[in-house]
């Protein structure tokens, strides 16, 4: 019988995720067939890889031309499907290496689903990989050598031959499928390509270290649930369509079926075949959970920028995938899927998001993302520290006492922090007890603990939490962010000791200092990205004084009005003017020449918050913003068409928007946003 080598493509499918890997399968004299993935290290892949002539690299007008056509062939089923069918009709055997579709008669595997699926995930996506790699010999060199190995060749045709008649059968399929859609030029660009790429299989394979983030029992616990549905394509349809229903801009990184509506999708043929490839993908991660030089080596290849979009970093996106991941594979299997065995399938899957986001640079829209962005390390938090967290969260947060002892407490060591709350800021200490806006801030105070202990296993909810509520009205004027919450912890035991007494033992501060420094590193990290620097304060300030003319304001209440139409009520006389006539309505220009000189006021006085604050503490909150919608939302909403026209106004006058000046204003409003977010009084 005849052994042949094929190359396999895996294809990772997390948020429209890709990656190339390449697989040896082979039937042995018996019949018997084997599927086998080999490695190596880079460096011993790099020397080991044959040298090729200048004559057999492909020149750049020959690679500029591959992959001006490979949208051609990427996109075209029949290619994929021929690819194999002509391989099954020239070498027999190979079908066998298909125990599916082995008995199949040729003429009807070009309308089999399931084949059409196979077909696509093996053969389209090895396409790309090569044809995005082929200026990068390394990767070429790396990952095309471990498909290489003694034993996968045919004893009586020398290796060579046998890869040549796999760029033969490739580049017949793709004349005879695409006809004058696809030039001579370009066919021998193809054929050059393919070679070249093919030329790097071989060298010595370094052994893999076996090595795993998993404890043998957690790959035992992982692999036991994985039988239960790696079979099943309805997990991978069910989580793609979780990600399309909760971030609905992921589905556009999907061409294919970008505008299909979600409820035609189970039924759509390049869904189906998506759904396939994702699900063979994660049979091969868990496969290789105990191989992790595989797995890193695999996984550094496949980051494309097309697979992220633009408004999460890379380990925020991948967690996502996570949790959505095990919602579907809990649906389809139920019970079955214990909670230790989702555990361990989190921890492994934890550990592939960590290397995929490491080499994640940008996103579909060539916006960078920060691929040193690591997950909340919430490590510290042991099953016992977190049973230790609850069972006392559960005595305390029945204790009335507690939220407003240790505000007292906090006002009485440092008066100053009273401040911070206007609309009790100058009530006596001896009344705040029963005043009820003190009331409302301090059991809001222990309700936002609660929420962070019921979150305790899942550290990047809490860390999104706080990030989008951290303000800096949090803290006092002297004193570092980090300083001031190191005292509020100190206060905090304080008054858990005096109120629980011997509930409250050595093991439960130990766990609770464990949280609150979980906490506060996220909301110390927060406080700095969101405080202007002086160097961003001196450049809105600038960019302000030379829109001075231009009537920002104005600029900023039309695309307000266009995006929201119903905040045209907020306009007073020019309210009812026909959103058509606005620009030229004298009223609305009065309304936004206002609104421009408040926006420079705030841009030159935002060093002085005191100030602001008691300006905008004097208004009445109902007449600047539409009832409904939190005041917060709508402030960020304002700011952000701010930012745009800004950036417009700035771009027609200068040809650019500098990444600087963008980020000097991104962090000027967020804070100018935060600190009306505290001053306005209803």
């Known amino acids: 019988m005849m052994k042949f080598v094929l190359l396999a493509s895996l294809v990772v499918c997390i948020q429209a995720s890709t990656t190339t890997i390449t697989t040896t399968i082979t039937t042995s004299a018996s019949g018997e067939t084997t599927v086998t993935t080999s490695t190596s290290t880079d460096g011993a892949a790099s020397a080991a890889a044959p040298s090729a002539s200048t004559s057999k690299v492909p020149t750049a007008a020959e690679i500029a031309l591959v992959r001006e056509t490979a949208p051609l062939i990427k996109t075209n089923g029949e290619i994929h499907t021929r690819i194999f069918i002509d391989h099954f009709k020239y070498h027999p055997e190979i079908q066998n290496l298909m125990p599916q579709f082995a008995n199949i008669p040729l003429v009807e595997l070009a309308k089999n689903a399931a084949f059409k699926q196979r077909a696509f995930s093996y053969c389209a996506i090895a396409l790309n990989f090569i044809v995005t790699n082929l200026d990068n010999p390394e990767k070429l060199s790396s990952h095309l050598q471990r498909i290489d190995k003694d034993g996968f060749y045919v004893d009586y045709i020398d290796r060579p031959r046998q890869l040549e008649e796999t760029v033969r059968i490739m580049i017949e399929v793709f004349a005879d499928v695409l006809g004058d859609k696809i030039s001579t030029a370009a066919l021998a660009a193809w054929k050059k390509s393919l070679s070249y790429a093919f030329s790097f299989m071989g060298g010595e394979i370094a052994k893999v270290s076996g090595s795993s983030a998993l404890s043998a029992e957690e790959l035992a616990a992982v692999r036991s649930a994985h ?345 007073g006389n020019a309210a009812n003017v026909p959103a058509d006539q606005l620009a030229t309505n004298a009223e609305f220009q009065a309304i936004g020449n206002m609104v421009g000189a408040g926006l420079n006021f705030m841009v030159n006085n935002i060093d002085d918050t005191t100030l602001m604050r008691q300006l905008i503490n004097a208004k009445d909150a109902k007449k600047w913003f539409m009832p409904g919608v939190s005041i917060r939302m709508q402030m960020e909403e304002t700011f952000r068409i701010a930012l745009e026209a800004v950036g417009e106004e700035l771009s027609e006058r200068f040809g650019s928007f500098t990444p600087k000046t963008k980020a000097a204003f991104k962090r000027g409003f967020r804070y100018l946003n935060q600190v009306q977010d505290e001053s306005f009084n209803f």
């Open 227 to 571: 039988a239960l549905f790696k079979d099943n394509v309805q997990v991978a349809e069910n989580c793609l369509i979780k990600h399309f229903v909760v971030h609905p801009p992921i589905q556009k990184l999907y061409a294919a079926f970008a505008d299909v509506p979600i409820s035609e999708l189970p039924s759509n043929e390049n869904f189906q075949a998506q759904a396939h490839v994702a699900l063979r993908i994660l049979n091969f991660l868990v496969e290789n959970l105990d191989n992790d030089e595989l797995l890193k080596s695999s996984l550094s290849v496949m980051n494309s920028p097309g697979f992220y979009v633009d408004y999460m970093d890379p380990i925020y996106q991948l967690d996502e995938t996570t949790r959505l991941l095990l919602e579907s594979i809990k649906e389809v299997v139920g019970s079955a899927f214990t909670a230790e065995a989702a555990a361990a399938f989190k921890k492994g899957l934890d550990h592939i998001s960590d290397i995929m986001a490491s080499y994640t640079k940008s996103a579909y829209n060539g916006k960078a993302l920060d691929s040193t962005v690591k997950r909340p390390d919430c490590g510290a938090l042991s099953a016992s520290t977190k049973a230790t967290i609850r069972d006392t969260w559960s005595l305390a947060r029945r204790n009335a006492d507690i939220a407003p002892k240790l505000f007292l407490k906090m006002f009485a060591a440092h008066p100053e922090t009273q401040k911070m709350f206007p609309r009790w800021a100058n009530v006596p200490v001896a009344e705040l007890r029963s005043n009820k806006f003190f009331q409302q801030q301090v059991y809001n105070c222990l309700f936002g603990l609660t929420v962070i202990i019921k979150n305790i296993d899942t550290p990047d909810i809490i860390a999104t939490l706080l990030k989008n509520m951290a303000s800096t009205g949090w803290y006092v004027d002297g004193p570092s962010s980090a300083a001031q919450l190191d005292e509020t912890t100190r206060l905090f035991h304080e008054v858990m000791a005096e109120e629980l007494g011997s509930a409250y033992p050595a093991e439960a501060k130990a766990a609770f200092d464990a949280l609150l420094n979980f906490v506060h590193d996220i909301l110390v990290k927060a406080d700095a990205e969101t405080v202007p620097t002086a160097e961003d304060k001196q450049i809105m300030k600038d960019n302000m004084n030379i829109l001075k003319d231009s009537n920002i304001g104005a600029k900023i209440l039309l695309k307000m009005v266009k995006a929201h139409p119903e905040s045209q009520k907020l306009l």
